[in-house]
């Protein structure tokens, strides 16, 4: 991420590269791999509700990145173990994913 900053501080970014993903199947992949990992911690990912079941324009590799690093961002924050977790709200023209640990 620190890298990718970088590329954008000088002007050279790499290419977006979107693809259509089904945004409940890509996001219920990623925390499906990271619960396990993260119970190791005595932490627990939990969905208020479901990740919406929509097609949208995603750049696969840099909102992994994003996911993955608020997520371990979050576990570093709770040493002692605790939750966190997720809700989306989606409205015509947004999808909005917030992620809130205890």
């Not at 840099?62 to 939750?83: E, K, Q, S, W």
Request: charged share 25%.
């Amino acid at each position: 991420m620190i890298n990718e900053l970088l590329e954008f501080t000088r002007g050279s970014q790499s290419p977006i590269v979107l693809a259509q993903k089904n945004y409940g199947t890509y996001v219920q992949q990623i925390l499906d791999e990271l619960c396990p990992e993260v119970a190791e911690m005595a932490v627990r990912i939990e969905c208020e509700n479901p990740p919406p079941d929509l097609l949208l324009l995603i750049d696969p590799h840099r909102l992994t990145h994003v996911f993955l690093n608020l997520i371990h961002n979050a576990v570093d924050a709770m040493p002692t173990g605790g939750t966190i977790k997720l809700r989306f709200l989606v409205n015509e023209r947004e999808v909005c994913t917030e992620i809130e640990d205890t």
